[in-house]
C-alpha cells in the first residue's frame, strides 16, 4: 500500500491522477481463515484491524452483504463524546475517544475527526441533578467533562434560545474534546488497512448460516461458498438476532429504526454539537454546512432503513423550539439505520454459548463515537479470551443482574 502523503497528491496532480492504486483489494474468499468477522461496519472492520495490528492475527476475512459502511456506519450523525455515567462505559468510550485523536495519522487516512466540542443541555431540574452526576463521575474517571450554566451555553452557541417557550435551558454537560469525524472515512480507511495487511474484506457476501461441531464453530455458508474458520466474530448490530439464531443462541437485543436528516448549506453558525435531551433532538453543522439533526427511534421493532415519518416532525419542532433561527431551512435527506438496543443501553463485547463465536453488539443510537475503543477490546477478547475493556458487557451480566444502566447517557439517541 503506497502511502497517502502530500508529496504524493503533488505526484498525482502531475500525472492527471493515473497512479492511484485501490484502496482495497476485492478477493473472492479462501476455503479457511483463522477468524472471520461477519459485518464491514466500523466495528467489525476496527476489530480485524486490531487483530492484525496488536496481535499479529491477518488471515483474517470480513464478510459484508452489502457493500462496507454501508450500514449503520454510514448512516449515523457522527457525534464522538464519551460523558458516561459508568465506570466501564467510560472506560471504553474514552479509549475510544483517545484513538480517535490519533486516527488519521494511525491510518494514513483523513478521518477528520473534529473536536469541537459537545453540549448535552439540562432543561429540567432532574437532569440538572443528572449530569451534575455524571460530570463528578466523569472526575474520578478522568474523563475532562465540566458542568456549565446558561449565559456559557449561549456564549458557545449564539443560534440557541435559552429561554425556551417551553424548557428554558439552566445549563449542560459539556465536553470540550468530543466532536464528529467523517463516518464512511472511519470504514475506509481501518479497510484500507487491513486489507494492506493481507486481510480479505468481501463484500456482497451474506453470511445465511453457522456451521458448528461438538459446540465449536466450524464455518459459515455463505452467498459466496462455505467459508471454514477456527473463530467467529459476529459484528452485525441490528442484524445480531438474526445472526445469533443461526448460532443457536438468543440475544436480550431488540432492532429498532432510528433515523436523521440534513437541511440545505447555510453559512456556519454553529461550531460546537449540541444535544437536547428533555425535547428531544440533537443537531451539528457538517463541513459543508448542512445542518446535521438526530431523531428518535420507532417505538416498535422493525428491520427498515427508513423510520416512521411523524419522528421527523416531532424531531424538527424541538430543534425549532431549541433554535429559532432553522425555521425556515428546507430539509434535504432523510434516511435511517437498523440500531440493536439492550436494556440497560449498554453494549455487548462477549463471548457466546459457542465455542469460537463472539459477539459485538448492542451499540444501539450511539456506537460510531465507540468504533475504535470498541475494536482495540474486541481484538483483544477474540486473541487471547480476555480483555480489561471488554470484561463488564459479557452476556453474563443480563443472567447474573449486573446491568451496567446508562439510560441517562443515552437517554438521547446518538
Ligand atoms: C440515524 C443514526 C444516527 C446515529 N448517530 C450516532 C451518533 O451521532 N453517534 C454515535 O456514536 N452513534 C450513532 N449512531 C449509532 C452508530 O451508527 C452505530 O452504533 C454504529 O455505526 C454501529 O456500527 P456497527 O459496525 O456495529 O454496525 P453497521 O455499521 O450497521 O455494520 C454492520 C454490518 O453488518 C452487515 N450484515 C448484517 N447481516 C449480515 C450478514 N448476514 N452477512 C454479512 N453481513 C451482514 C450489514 O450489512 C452492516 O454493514 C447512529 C445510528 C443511526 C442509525
Redesign the pocket.
Known amino acids: 500500500m503506497k502511502r497517502y502523503s502530500a508529496f504524493a497528491i503533488a505526484r498525482e496532480a502531475l500525472r492527471y491522477h493515473s497512479g492511484w492504486e485501490r484502496a482495497w483489494r476485492a478477493p473472492e474468499p479462501k476455503a479457511k481463515y483463522d477468524v472471520i468477522i461477519?459485518?464491514?461496519?466500523?466495528?467489525?472492520?476496527?476489530t480485524a484491524y486490531y487483530l492484525g495490528k496488536r496481535f499479529g492475527i491477518t488471515n483474517v476475512a470480513v464478510?459484508?452483504?452489502?457493500?462496507?459502511?454501508?450500514?449503520?456506519?454510514?448512516?449515523?450523525?457522527?457525534?464522538?463524546?464519551s460523558n458516561y455515567l459508568q465506570d466501564p462505559s467510560a472506560a471504553i468510550y474514552e479509549k475510544s475517544r483517545s484513538l480517535y485523536e490519533e486516527l488519521s495519522q494511525e491510518l494514513n487516512y483523513n478521518v477528520m475527526f473534529s473536536p469541537r466540542g459537545v453540549i448535552m443541555l439540562a432543561q429540567t431540574q432532574h437532569e440538572v441533578r443528572g449530569y451534575l452526576r455524571t460530570a463528578h463521575a466523569n472526575a474520578l474517571q478522568d474523563v475532562k467533562t465540566e458542568f456549565i450554566g446558561p449565559a456559557k451555553v449561549k456564549e458557545l452557541v449564539p443560534i440557541i434560545d435559552i429561554d425556551g417557550p417551553r424548557y428554558p435551558v439552566l445549563g449542560g454537560l459539556w465536553q470540550a474534546r468530543g466532536g464528529?469525524a467523517r463516518?464512511d472515512a472511519v470504514?475506509w480507511g481501518y479497510a484500507r488497512a487491513c486489507s494492506a495487511m493481507g486481510m480479505d474484506i468481501i463484500q456482497k457476501?451474506?453470511?445465511?448460516a453457522i456451521r458448528q461441531q461438538g459446540g465449536k464453530v466450524t464455518g459459515v455458508d455463505?452467498t459466496k461458498g462455505p467459508i471454514d474458520c477456527d473463530q467467529l466474530g459476529i459484528?452485525?448490530?441490528?442484524?445480531s438476532g438474526?445472526?445469533a439464531e443461526?448460532a443457536g443462541f438468543r440475544l436480550p437485543i431488540e432492532s429498532v429504526?432510528?433515523?436523521?436528516l440534513v437541511s440545505e448549506p447555510i453559512k456556519p453558525c454553529m461550531d460546537v454539537v449540541v444535544m437536547a435531551n428533555t425535547v428531544h433532538g440533537?443537531m451539528s453543522q457538517s463541513d459543508k454546512g448542512e445542518m446535521v439533526i438526530?431523531?428518535g427511534t420507532d417505538g416498535y421493532n422493525n428491520y427498515t432503513q427508513r423510520?416512521s415519518f411523524h419522528h421527523i416532525e416531532e424531531t424538527v419542532r424541538a430543534l425549532i423550539e431549541t433554535f429559532p433561527m432553522i425555521s425556515r431551512l428546507k430539509m434535504l435527506r432523510q434516511?435511517?439505520?437498523?440500531?440493536?438496543i439492550t436494556g440497560d443501553r449498554s453494549p455487548i463485547l462477549s463471548k457466546t454459548p459457542v465455542e469460537g463465536i463472539f459477539i459485538?453488539?448492542g451499540?444501539?443510537?450511539?456506537?460510531?463515537?465507540?468504533?475504535p475503543g470498541?475494536g482495540w477490546g474486541m481484538a483483544e477478547l477474540i486473541a487471547k479470551g480476555h480483555s480489561p475493556l471488554t470484561e463488564a458487557f459479557s452476556l453474563d451480566r443480563f443472567r447474573e443482574g449486573r446491568f451496567i444502566d446508562e439510560s441517562v447517557a443515552a437517554g438521547v439517541?446518538?
Open positions: 461477519v459485518g464491514a461496519g466500523g466495528h467489525g472492520l476496527a464478510l459484508e452483504k452489502g457493500w462496507l459502511g454501508g450500514g449503520n456506519t454510514g448512516r449515523n450523525t457522527t457525534i464522538i463524546r464528529t463516518h470504514a457476501c451474506e453470511v445465511k455463505t459484528v452485525v448490530a441490528g442484524h438474526v445472526l443461526m429504526a432510528l433515523q436523521a440533537y438526530g431523531g423510520g434516511w435511517g439505520g437498523i440500531v440493536d459485538n453488539c451499540w444501539g443510537t450511539g456506537g460510531f463515537k465507540a468504533i470498541s439517541a446518538h
